[in-house]
């Protein structure tokens, strides 16, 4: 079946520095894909939808200047967190459509940032 | 806006006993979905309900639409320990929203 992959599943980065993280749909292309933040046993939040082609679209209280996502093909969007701050830590997750679908959407399987 | 909420956030219970969570909104989905998930893993899905009223069930699992398709239920019968887990329900209405989840405890 169809599957969404993302990289790296875990990170380690530095205070200050910046951390990009994949979202690859593996067999089917995806006009788009979804960015959600999750905390320990907390929910999915949505940050972003993102728009292969052109700009994504932020939910309110996300800043898009600290949260960079390209969607450069119909395969691939990345979550770019700059100048990132221990509060940045948290599990990671994109989800995808495939166009003509309903609603079907596939999840990754997150990736765990961890700001130090 | 559109939310949802979800109750109870937290359930431990026994194993054996019934339960049930909620979703509410005061939107109208065109669907909603219900998750599981594990830790360090994305969610599940368990189950799409479309039409209000509508009823699935999924061996002891039953999901119910509300006739407005504003709200949703989650009834597990005889909970087992291997329930455990994050469950979550989330509306479709363009995008998916999720509620703020139910951390279910099944105690042996």
């Known amino acids: 079946g169809a599957v969404v992959s993302q990289h790296p599943s875990r990170v380690i980065c530095k205070s200050g520095t910046s951390v990009k993280i994949e979202c690859r749909s593996l067999d089917f292309q995806a006009t788009t894909m979804f960015w959600y933040r999750q905390f320990p046993k907390q929910s999915l939040m949505l940050m972003a939808t993102?728009?292969?082609?052109?700009?994504?679209?932020?939910e309110q209280g996300v800043e898009k200047d600290k949260f960079l996502i390209n969607h450069a093909s119909l395969t691939l969007s990345t979550l770019t967190v700059t100048s990132a701050h221990p509060e940045d830590s948290s599990f990671y997750i994109c989800s995808a459509t495939p166009g003509g679908s309903g609603n079907t959407i596939y999840f990754g399987e997150g990736s765990w940032l961890t700001v130090v | 806006t559109q939310l949802l909420e979800q109750s109870p956030q937290f359930l431990s219970i026994q194993e054996g006993e019934n339960l049930t969570v909620y979703c509410n909104s005061s939107s109208v989905f065109s669907s909603l979905q219900w998750y599981r998930q594990e830790p360090g893993e994305g969610p599940v899905l368990l189950v799409t309900?479309?039409?209000?009223?509508e009823v699935k069930k999924l061996k002891r699992l039953t999901f119910q639409f509300g006739d407005a398709r504003k709200d949703s239920s989650l009834h597990i019968t005889a909970a087992q320990p291997g329930d455990t887990g994050l469950y979550l329900c989330?509306?479709?209405?363009?995008?998916?929203?999720f509620g703020q989840g139910t951390e279910l405890s099944v105690k042996p």
């Open positions: 989330a509306g479709a209405g363009g995008k998916l929203i």
């Open positions: 993102s728009n292969e082609g052109s700009k994504a679209t932020y």
């Open positions: 309900v479309v039409t209000g009223g």
